[in-house]
Structures are given as structure tokens and as C-alpha cells.
T-cell receptor, first 113, second 117 residues
Framework: GAGVSQSPRYKVAKRGQDVALRCDPISGHVSLFWYQQALGQGPEFLTYFQNEAQLDKSGLPSDRFFAERPEGSVSTLKIQRTQQEDSAVYLC???????????FGSGTRLTVV | AQSVAQPEDQVNVAEGNPLTVKCTYSVSGNPYLFWYVQYPNRGLQFLLKYITGDNLVKGSYGFEAEFNKSQTSFHLKKPSALVSDSALYFCAVRDPISSGSARQLTFGSGTQLTVLP
């Protein structure tokens, strides 16, 4: 597609539920990033893929967070046993080359109740 | 480690007046610098970037930014503000020679720009 597509746009989860957030990057973009944006804050880095390889997961806040990109295209961010502090907008971005910057999706707003 | 500071949470400017949104950065090498804009319930939209070359960078919607290495700043500017420019603006930096998580962008906390009619 023309841009980075994320689904769902909104997700309400009960505390303790598992959720899966999907990112469909721009075709041909080898780099894919996940960011977490809390209300009123700037995005915070979670993890980075180059093709199917997860090269950096240093930003994942706990072992409840897991991301995958098995075929080097679509990526899924999974959060197990959600907690209220997980409530945030989760942004996905893809890039062809670092010199060209990143294209962001519209994000998934997760609310844990 | 790389970092970005946006010292103003809020900037108000009258329509037609020039606007400046401030950004300072800290990296160990030569920085890649970016500005993004975010409208409510939307993702981040790219405005402009500095990689190398001319210190004055021109971007989308009439915005420009000036890279100042001695002051480690990358302030966003526009000669004449529009009401439609009202949004949340983020400065971001990447240090291309760092190891590890060098590919990630580090964002500032954002500046809410309000252009008053």
C-alpha cells in the first residue's frame, strides 16, 4: 500500500488479557520499528527489525512484550497479561534507508481497563 | 547516548506571524535530525530532515529548520503561521555512528503549537 497500515486503530483490553497489534509496512521497506507513545509524551523506542531479524529489542519494557516479523514484512507486537500502564498509542514505522527517514502508521491506541 | 530536548511544552503565535519551535540535541557524532508533526489521533508526519550539507533545510508546508552545530540546535521555523499549523511537533535525532540501537530515532517530548486567528 501507499503507507504504513496499523490495526486495530483502537483496542480496549481488560487487565490481564493478551493483545496483538499488527503493522503492515510499506512494501520493500526492510527496516521496521515499534514505538510506544504515552499520553502527552514523545514516542519511545521499543524494538527494531531488519527484514525478519529482530536486531534490537532493548526498548521492550518487560518480558510481557514480544514482537515478530516472520517473513520480513508484516509485524505483530504482542502484549501478554496487559496492565494499566501499558495503555498508550503504539506506533509502527518503516524505512527504506536511514537517509530517507521513517514513515509512521497512524498507530493503535490501547486502553487497558 | 543520544537525547533531544524541546524546552517549550506550548508555543502560541498569531496567524501571519513567524513561528519558532526550539530543539536541542546531544549525540556523540554528527547527528541526523528530523522534525515530525502529529495531528490529533494521527500518526507522525515527516516535515523535514538534516543529514548533511546546507545548514538551512526546507521541508513540507513552508517549514524550515536551521542546523547549528555549535549550539547543538535544530529549531523549526516558518515565516508566516497558519491556523492549520496548530498541532504537536516533535524533534528527533539519530546518531549514525553509534553501535547497538543506532538505527532508532530518539524523540523530544513534543511542543504543542497553537496558531491563533
Amino acid at each position: 500500500g501507499a503507507g504504513v497500515s496499523q490495526s486495530p486503530r483502537y483496542k480496549v483490553a481488560k487487565r490481564g488479557q493478551d493483545v496483538a497489534l499488527r503493522c503492515d509496512p510499506i512494501s520493500g521497506h526492510v527496516s521496521l520499528f515499534w514505538y510506544q507513545q504515552a499520553l502527552g509524551q514523545g514516542p519511545e523506542f521499543l524494538t527494531y527489525f531488519q527484514n525478519e531479524a529482530q536486531l534490537d529489542k532493548s526498548g521492550l519494557p518487560s518480558d510481557r512484550f514480544f514482537a515478530e516479523r516472520p517473513e520480513g514484512s508484516v509485524s505483530t507486537l504482542k502484549i501478554q497479561r496487559t496492565q494499566q500502564e501499558d495503555s498508550a498509542v503504539y506506533l509502527c514505522a518503516s524505512s527504506l534507508s536511514m537517509d530517507y527517514g521513517y514513515t509512521f502508521g497512524s498507530g493503535t491506541r490501547l486502553t487497558v481497563v | 547516548a543520544q537525547s533531544v530536548a524541546q524546552p517549550e511544552d506550548q508555543v502560541n503565535v498569531a496567524e501571519g506571524n513567524p513561528l519558532t519551535v526550539k530543539c536541542t540535541y546531544s549525540v556523540s557524532g554528527n547527528p541526523y535530525l528530523f522534525w515530525y508533526v502529529q495531528y490529533p489521533n494521527r500518526g507522525l508526519q515527516f516535515l523535514l530532515k538534516y543529514i548533511t550539507g546546507d545548514n538551512l533545510v526546507k521541508g513540507s508546508y513552508g517549514f524550515e529548520a536551521e542546523f547549528n552545530k555549535s549550539q547543538t540546535s535544530f529549531h523549526l521555523k516558518k515565516p508566516s503561521a497558519l491556523v492549520s499549523d496548530s498541532a504537536l511537533y516533535f524533534c528527533a535525532v539519530r546518531d549514525p555512528i553509534s553501535s547497538g540501537s543506532a538505527r532508532q530515532l530518539t524523540f523530544g517530548s513534543g511542543t504543542q503549537l497553537t496558531v491563533l486567528p
